[in-house]
């Protein structure tokens, strides 16, 4: 079975660091983009970032540029979200996504109706 697996949340104080990783199983991330989304209580879940199968275009969301990175490691399979100078806004929980519908797109969307392939997710909390 495919799966997705987030990891790397945690509670945090304003201003400090994460990185969310994301671990697929079954499937190799590299051909396809990766996207960053959250959901925080009581509002819509949000496109935080994503990188295009190529690796050549990146997405952030406005609230958040500037402060995370999104990135991926070929070798290790693995997709990452460094989130810097966090604020309360940015708790929710985090989630990766990516499929086969993204496979050899030249960018990225932060559409979630484009990804097929979910994690559980990954609780942020930034509070002091």
């Known amino acids: 079975q495919v799966q997705l697996v987030e990891s790397g949340g945690g509670l945090v104080q304003p201003g400090g660091s994460l990185r969310l990783s994301c671990a697929p199983s079954?499937?190799?991330?590299?051909?396809?983009?990766v996207g960053w989304f959250r959901q925080a209580p009581g509002k819509e879940r949000e496109g935080v970032s994503c990188i295009s199968s190529s690796d050549s275009t990146t997405y952030y969301a406005d609230s958040v540029k500037g402060r995370f990175t999104i990135s991926r490691d070929k070798a290790k399979n693995r997709a990452y979200l460094q989130m810097n100078s966090l604020k309360p806004d940015d708790t929710a929980v985090y989630y990766c996504a990516t499929g086969p519908r993204t496979q050899g797109t030249a960018d990225c969307r932060p559409n979630a109706d484009e990804y097929d392939y979910w994690g559980q997710g990954t609780q942020v909390t930034v509070s002091s």
């Open positions: 079954r499937f190799t991330l590299d051909v396809y983009a």
